[in-house]
């Protein structure tokens, strides 16, 4: 092995990354698996009624998303304050501060109580983002709507704000 | 080519060879600090990556798995001056294709966090590619260097390679 070479360094650099990661990652307790796993769709609401005894974040569609919020479900809001402001899905908590959000949303759910998480649309990532944090504190069913307040509005669902 | 190697060694040779020396801490700094968040929580790294759309079958999770590790080596390599000239090169390879990804996310509107590790909830935009490309100037000038200064390994002159 020629040191000097920038090309086997780069090797060295790739073989210790490759090696070391992979031994570190099996040796963790939540050990990450190497390919993503997709979330559950839920595809019926008869699902949503599934006694929930471990975490567990779904996936939902916009009918699922309808359906729960004529339950009466909790929606929470994964924008910034700033949006939820200019327009929201009614009744749904936001807060940018995740203690705050916590305390507003125990007002009305207790952690084993099934709330929705949205953001702007399927590409905002903050509504998946916000709804792993939401599990580590302890909330155990969450569904998450993907199609977020772009799909809520292009589907004529009433609104709440400015 | 070579003599535009030589000339872009030449006007590196000006800058002070203890300059070299800052830059390169600086730089392996930043990749080393990136480094850890990703290192502590890999899935919330690999969701980042995700946000990207851009990634097939999966793959974010091998990602989110290897690179911060990476980044962790070829920081540390910089700042001990390790295989110096392998760490500059993967050091740009990386800068450029961070710049791409995030490229392609704001012209395809993703409000989305950048995931960089370097500040909590940045979000993607033209601040961060001029961050980068700021970097990868730094890491041109490294790699136009003349004399291994504080390089402990290996110690062959770089006109010997």
Redesign the interface.
């Known amino acids: 092995m020629n ?8 090797y ?3 073989a ?3 090696v ?3 031994v ?2 099996l040796s963790r307790t ?1 050990t ?7 979330l559950e769709i839920i595809d019926d609401i008869g699902q949503i009624n599934d006694k929930i005894s471990a975490p567990i974040l779904r996936e939902i569609s916009i009918d699922i998303a309808k359906d729960l919020f004529d339950q009466n479900i909790l929606f929470v809001d994964a924008r910034s304050e700033e949006y939820y402001i200019e327009g929201h899905i009614p009744k749904a908590v936001c807060n940018d501060n995740l203690d705050s959000l916590i305390t507003i949303m125990e007002e009305y759910i207790s952690v084993d109580n099934g709330f929705v998480v949205y953001c ?1 649309d399927d ?4 509504s ?2 916000l709804a ?1 944090s939401l599990q580590e504190q302890g909330f155990l069913n969450i569904y998450l709507f993907k199609g977020g307040w772009k799909q809520w509005v292009e589907n004529n669902l009433p609104v709440e704000g400015k | 080519m070579g003599r535009k190697q030589s000339t872009g060694r030449r006007q590196v040779n000006r800058i002070n060879q203890y300059l070299i020396v800052v830059i390169r801490v600086v730089l392996g700094s930043v990749f080393l600090w990136a480094s850890f968040e990703k290192i502590i929580d890999p899935a919330k790294f690999a969701r980042s990556i995700a946000n990207y759309h851009v990634i097939p079958f999966g793959l974010e999770n091998i990602i989110a798995i290897v690179l911060p590790w990476l980044e962790l080596f070829i920081g540390s390599g910089l700042i001990l001056g390790l295989m110096v000239d392998g760490s500059i090169i993967i050091t740009s390879v990386l800068l450029i294709l961070f710049n791409l990804m995030i490229a392609q996310a704001i012209l395809r509107g993703f409000n989305i966090e950048c995931g960089c590790g370097l500040k909590v909830g940045q979000l993607v935009g033209i601040e961060k590619i001029l961050e980068n490309f700021v970097y990868l100037g730094g890491a041109y000038i490294l790699y136009m260097r003349q004399m291994k200064i504080l390089e402990l390994f290996p110690k062959t002159n770089l006109s010997d390679n």
């Open positions: 040191f000097s070479s920038s090309l086997h360094q780069i060295i650099y790739f210790l990354s490759f070391t990661s992979f570190i990652n939540d990450l698996p190497m390919i993503a796993e997709p702007s590409d905002c990532g903050s998946e983002e792993y």
